[in-house]
């Protein structure tokens, strides 16, 4: 299922079945196969320990089951284990400081996309945003960074190709404080979960911007493809090591992404998802809620 902008919105259901849809599908007027049963689960990209312990809870009520009190369970258990949504996500600084948002993520995730939706977002909501084009390895990335930015109507500081990330969202933090702006935004080189350099230059960056703010950087997200599923997971896991991760944006929810991985990531990681992306239009980002996300899209 896919989102747009009034709700979480519809379809492409031809491309993905939600997990409550595969279910009743697989088992409506019959019993339970429970073979069957875990297959759609970790299927769904639940996670197989989340999936695991749905199927020892329904195997624990000792009678023959039916579809709706897999659907029960599995409702039960989700919501249990996303986070309640209470309010706004990245709000300003009590301080009057720059909340700093590092953004990191591997190349392919749409990334940059989801910076430029997530500086609209927030202007929209009328706060001022500054973005740091700090993904300096790849000269396209700042010019689509810049491109967005002139759309937006956002200031972006910037360097030339190969400069130094670091510099860049030093100099991007003095010039977001002399704006008096809520929000920095900075966006880092998209790489490998497996390259541990790589990795080393996203702390680095972080002690960079601990200079001028020791809080910051106040927010330390990813960004995931729903459609790569487990393989999100693994992503989340090795950038959570390396720079103890605050939230997730999860991009293609508007494809064949099932969506099951954030409650994976949730659930084996504890780190819940902020933002959901739900096409390729600069509005097409929406803060993450629970209720929604379960219902309209697992």
Same mark, same amino acid.
């Given at each position: 299922?896919?989102?747009?902008?009034?709700?979480?919105?519809?379809?492409?259901?031809?491309?993905?079945?939600?997990?409550?849809?595969?279910?009743?599908?697989?088992?409506?007027?019959?019993?339970?196969?429970?073979?069957?049963?875990?297959?759609?689960?970790?299927?769904?990209?639940?996670?197989?320990?989340?999936?695991?312990?749905?199927?020892?809870?329904?195997?624990?009520?000792?009678?023959?089951?039916?579809?709706?009190?897999?659907?029960?369970?599995? =409702?039960?258990? *989700?919501? $249990?284990? +996303?986070? #309640?949504?209470?309010?706004?996500?990245?709000?300003? /600084?009590?301080?009057?400081? !720059?909340?700093?948002?590092?953004?990191?993520g591997v190349n392919g995730t749409g990334k940059t996309t989801s910076?430029?939706?997530?500086?609209?977002?927030?202007?929209?909501?009328?706060?001022?945003?500054?973005?740091?084009?700090?993904?300096?390895?790849?000269?396209?990335?700042?010019?689509?960074?810049?491109?967005?930015?002139?759309?937006?109507?956002?200031?972006?500081?910037?360097?030339?190709?190969?400069?130094?990330?670091?510099?860049?969202?030093?100099?991007?933090?003095?010039?977001?404080?002399?704006?008096?702006?809520?929000?920095?935004?900075?966006?880092?080189?998209? =790489?490998?979960? *497996?390259? $541990?350099? +790589?990795? #080393?230059?996203?702390?680095?960056?972080?002690?960079? /911007?601990?200079?001028?703010? !020791?809080?910051?950087?106040?927010?330390?997200?990813?960004?995931?493809?729903?459609?790569?599923?487990?393989?999100?997971?693994?992503?989340?896991?090795?950038?959570?090591?390396?720079?103890?991760?605050?939230?997730?944006?999860?991009?293609?929810?508007?494809?064949?992404?099932?969506?099951?991985?954030?409650?994976?990531?949730?659930?084996?990681?504890?780190?819940?998802?902020?933002?959901?992306?739900?096409?390729?239009?600069?509005?097409?980002?929406?803060?993450?809620?629970?209720?929604r996300y379960v219902e309209e899209l697992l």
């Open positions: 299922m896919g989102f747009r902008p009034s709700r979480f919105p519809p379809s492409n259901l031809e491309l993905t079945m939600g997990l409550f849809n595969a279910i009743l599908k697989r088992f409506a007027n019959q019993e339970i196969d429970w073979d069957d049963l875990e297959e759609v689960l970790i299927g769904s990209d639940l996670g197989v320990p989340l999936s695991m312990e749905i199927l020892k809870e329904l195997r624990s009520l000792g009678r023959t089951l039916k579809a709706d009190d897999v659907l029960k369970e599995c =409702r039960r258990r *989700v919501l $249990a284990v +996303l986070p #309640e949504t209470t309010g706004p996500a990245l709000p300003p /600084l009590e301080s009057g400081n !720059p909340r700093v948002i590092l953004v990191a910076i430029a939706k997530l500086a609209n977002l927030l202007t929209k909501e009328g706060h001022k945003v500054v973005l740091a084009a700090a993904d300096t390895f790849r000269a396209a990335a700042i010019e689509q960074l810049d491109n967005w930015a002139q759309r937006i109507g956002v200031p972006l500081i910037k360097t030339q190709y190969q400069g130094d990330p670091s510099a860049v969202c030093y100099d991007a933090y003095e010039a977001a404080a002399k704006r008096g702006a809520t929000h920095l935004i900075c966006d880092t080189a998209g =790489r490998l979960h *497996v390259r $541990a350099n +790589l990795m #080393e230059e996203l702390k680095k960056i972080e002690r960079t /911007l601990g200079r001028k703010d !020791p809080a910051a950087p106040h927010d330390r997200l990813i960004v995931v493809d729903a459609t790569t599923g487990s393989n999100a997971l693994a992503q989340a896991r090795e950038f959570n090591n390396a720079l103890s991760l605050t939230g997730l944006i999860i991009t293609k929810l508007d494809g064949s992404g099932k969506g099951g991985m954030a409650v994976a990531i949730q659930h084996q990681l504890g780190i819940p998802p902020l933002f959901v992306g739900t096409g390729e239009r600069v509005d097409d980002l929406h803060r993450f809620d629970r209720a």
